[in-house]
C-alpha cells in the first residue's frame, strides 16, 4: 500500500480529526509510512489564528504517538506550509523552528485571497483567476527553499465557481511549464494529491498530463498524499495513484525521513 504524505489533524484549523485515527485507519490498510502535514497559513484574514500551528504540542503528541506505534508503522512529523512572496522570510523562520520530517509548500492565499470563499472569483472571475494563482505560485516558488514538494499544484480548480468546468489545462500550460522548471532548478518535488477523488471530480491535482510532464522535464520526486482531513479518507484513490505513476513512467514513489527523500519500489 502506498505511504500516505499529506494528512491532517486537529492540529490544522479546518480538520477535527484525531491524529491516532489516521495512524489506526493506515495501518488497517497495510501502510508502512504515514506523515502528518498540518497547516500553517500565516495572516489568514478570515479567521485570524485559524491556520497557525502549535508546533511544540504538535510534536508532543505526534513522538508519543510515534513511539506508541513504532512496531506497526512509521510515522512522520511535518507540515504544509503555505506560500506567499512578502512572507518569504517568515515562514522560513518557522520551517526551521522544529526537525520536521517532510514539508510540503502550498498556495492556498493569493496576494491575500482564499480561493475558498467567493471574493476571488467575484473580484477576478474564473480565466484570470485561474492564470493569477499560478502566477502567484511561481513567484512564491521562485522566492522559497526551505520545503521538499509543492502541493496540489491546480488546486485553484477545487474552488471555482463551476469547480473544473472552465478550467482548459492548455491554456495555463505555459505558466505551469515554467512551475515545474523551477521546481525541478531547486530539486523540489510534487506531490500526486487524491483529494479531489472523495470531492467529486474525475483528476487528481494535478491532473496527468501535468505529472507526466514534470516527468518529461526531468522531474525525479513524487510523493502521494490523500490530503485527509478525516480518518476514512487516508489512503483514498491510491490504486488511481499507482496507476497513473506507472503511466507516467514512474516505478517508485518517495517518502521523506528527516527532510532526505527516500524511494520506494511500486
Known amino acids: 500500500m502506498i505511504s500516505d504524505y499529506h494528512m491532517h489533524s486537529y492540529f490544522s484549523g479546518d480538520s477535527k480529526e484525531?491524529?491516532?485515527?489516521?495512524?489506526?485507519?493506515?495501518?488497517?490498510?497495510?501502510?508502512?509510512?504515514?506523515?502528518?502535514?498540518?497547516?500553517?497559513?500565516?495572516?489568514f484574514k478570515y479567521k485570524p489564528g485559524y491556520f497557525d500551528l502549535n508546533c511544540d504540542k504538535y510534536f508532543e503528541e505526534l513522538i508519543a504517538l510515534k513511539e506508541k506505534y513504532k512496531s506497526k508503522i512509521n510515522i512522520g512529523i511535518g507540515l504544509e506550509i503555505g506560500l506567499e512572496p512578502h512572507?518569504?522570510?517568515?515562514?522560513?523562520?518557522?520551517?526551521?523552528?522544529?526537525?520536521?520530517?517532510?514539508?510540503?509548500a502550498s498556495t492556498h492565499l493569493i496576494e491575500g485571497l482564499d480561493p475558498y470563499y467567493p471574493e476571488y472569483f467575484d473580484t477576478y472571475g474564473e480565466k484570470e483567476g485561474f492564470r493569477r494563482y499560478f502566477e502567484f505560485t511561481l513567484k512564491s516558488i521562485n522566492q522559497a527553499q526551505n520545503f521538499d514538494v509543492f502541493g496540489?499544484?491546480?488546486?485553484?480548480?477545487?474552488?471555482?465557481?463551476?469547480?473544473?468546468?472552465n478550467y482548459i489545462l492548455s491554456e495555463y500550460m505555459d505558466?505551469?511549464?515554467?512551475?515545474?522548471?523551477?521546481?525541478?532548478?531547486?530539486?523540489?518535488g510534487i506531490e500526486i494529491n487524491t483529494a479531489p477523488l472523495y470531492k467529486g471530480f474525475d483528476k487528481t491535482n494535478p491532473q496527468i498530463e501535468v505529472i507526466k510532464r514534470y516527468k518529461e522535464l526531468g522531474g525525479e520526486i513524487i510523493t502521494v498524499g490523500s490530503d485527509a482531513h478525516i480518518s476514512t479518507n487516508v489512503g483514498y484513490g491510491f490504486d488511481i495513484a499507482k496507476d497513473i505513476l506507472i503511466h507516467c513512467g514512474y516505478n517508485y514513489y518517495n517518502i521523506f525521513i528527516n527532510r532526505k527523500a527516500e524511494y520506494v519500489d511500486l
Open 87 to 104: 512572507l518569504t522570510e517568515t515562514t522560513e523562520k518557522f520551517c526551521n523552528k522544529k526537525p520536521y520530517d517532510f514539508i510540503i
Open 152 to 165: 496540489h499544484i491546480d488546486y485553484i480548480k477545487r474552488y471555482a465557481p463551476n469547480k473544473d468546468k
Open 175 to 188: 505558466i505551469i511549464d515554467e512551475i515545474l522548471k523551477a521546481l525541478i532548478q531547486k530539486g523540489k
Open 18 to 43: 484525531n491524529p491516532e485515527n489516521n495512524i489506526k485507519q493506515a495501518i488497517a490498510l497495510g501502510m508502512k509510512h504515514i506523515c502528518f502535514t498540518d497547516h500553517q497559513d500565516f495572516n
